[in-house]
């Protein structure tokens, strides 16, 4: 399975991350975020083509709120149908 986004920084406080998972396991089931020190709940990304169900999918994950300025860290993973995970931290 792999992932891809963008790098660097942003300005936006409240940004998103986009990006595909490839997996060679199955089909993805589900790609999910979290983020901030305290890491929030993980929540279900969006997925671009509106079902998590193949073995390529591109997402989208928007953090739930505005965050403060300063560098945080969103982390995504993925889940594929034989219980395969990846994950990949980005800063903002
Ligand atoms: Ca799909």
């Known amino acids: 399975m792999e992932i891809t986004g963008p790098t660097g920084y942003i300005s936006n406080n409240q940004p998103s991350v986009s990006g595909s998972v490839t997996s060679t396991g199955g089909n993805i089931t589900g790609v999910y975020g979290r983020y901030g020190s305290g ?31 300063g560098e945080h860290i969103i982390e995504i993973k993925s889940l594929n149908e034989v219980g395969e995970k990846d994950a990949v931290l980005y800063a903002v």
Not at 40 to 68: I, N
């Open 39 to 69: 890491r929030s709940s993980w929540m279900l990304a969006t997925p671009v083509d509106g079902t998590f169900d193949s073995p390529y999918e591109e997402f989208v994950y928007t953090v739930l709120g505005p965050l403060l300025d």
